[in-house]
């Protein structure tokens, strides 16, 4: 119990913390759960990878971490924390849209996320090329993934080409 | 608008299993405003914009708000149980068969994980390239944008820190267009 409740903790922190989209704490939760010794850089980033298979999220993620970290109750006391703090909040919010939606500071705060959350994004990234990338045939096909996506290309489609080729250029 | 909650969570289920890709608010807005007409396009819209102030991944933020809209707080726990279970449930599965099978570097589960995480990867960096031709406007965006970036992907600032750093600098930024 003492470890789902320290699991939870960390979770419900990263969750509070998580403003500016769903993956602007990645780099974040990736210190933390690395120095916590909950999962090795590797495990992290193929966790990240797993992540963009299922619906729902892209946070899902740390259910791979929580089970990892301390099982099945790991699992869901990673759920809890990291998806509790925001969803209570937009519970709360039903009462106060229509104030939230006047007020000036609320629509100043939402435009300066916008580019608050490109410098988050921006960090993701660096954060991802460091701990999932170790080769040039790996910056390559990232470079094509992007370009398939930008242009329109479906994400599943992609994501299973990018297996396939790892699978048929081991090491690469 | 009032809908009981097995309804609402029957139909956010449906959504959790079909929304990949990450492209979860364009899921909700087909359920809510397109086949059901809970809601207007405004309210909807409007709905989307508040809950991205708040901390969490917009998608389950968005669920929880809509779910408590349409049905109290028992809609509210439907729909986030319904955008996040079919997820999860299959997120355990992979996670299982990674633990018990893939660990090993170099074999063919590990060189298929590499290829995702590479693809994984290109779709961040594609997904925040289009929103930089709309997201970086103007001079000082780009400059709020960059110090966020250094201090948190380069210096390694925590967080809140760069969020405490960041976030009033950014309303006072916005504050004069904000009438």
Known sequence: MREELEIFLTF???????????????????????????????????????????????????VFYGLKAGGLGGTLAALLGMFLPGATGA???????????????????????????????????????????DSLGSLLLVGLSAFLIYRGKGILPVLLAGAVLGLLLPGV | ?????????????????????????????????????????????EAAALCRILPGPVFANLAAHLGTRLGGIPG??????????????????????????GTQPGSSAAEALRGIMASAIGLILATT???????LD??????????????????HWPLPMVLLSAVPVGVAFYWRESR
């Open chain 2, 76 to 101: 509210g726990v439907a729909a986030l149980i319904g955008v996040l279970f079919p997820g999860a449930s299959l997120m355990l599965a992979l996670s299982l068969a990674y633990f018990h099978l």
């Open chain 1, 91 to 133: 519970a709360l919010l039903v009462h106060v849209r229509e104030w939230m939606a006047r007020a000036r500071w609320s629509r100043a705060l939402r435009r300066a996320l916008v580019p608050i959350g490109m410098g988050l994004s921006f960090s993701v990234l660096l954060t991802l090329i460091q701990m999932g990338l």
């Open chain 1, 12 to 62: 419900f922190r990263l969750g509070l913390i998580s403003f500016g989209g769903g993956m602007a704490n990645l780099p974040e939760m990736a210190r933390v759960l690395t120095a916590r010794g909950w999962v090795t850089p590797r495990e992290f980033a193929d966790g990240f990878a797993l992540g963009q298979f299922v619906p729902g999220p892209n946070m899902l993620a740390v």
């Open chain 2, 129 to 135: 390239l289009h929103q930089a031709r709309i997201g």
């Open chain 2, 138 to 155: 103007s001079p000082k965006a780009v400059a709020l944008a960059l110090w966020v970036f250094v201090t948190y992907g380069l210096f």
């Open chain 2, 1 to 45: 608008m009032r809908v009981p909650w097995p309804k609402l969570l029957g139909a956010f289920l449906y959504v959790g299993f079909t929304a990949f890709g990450g492209g979860g608010t364009a899921h909700l807005y087909q359920l809510v405003v397109v086949r059901r007409g809970w809601l207007s396009e405004r309210e909807f819209l």
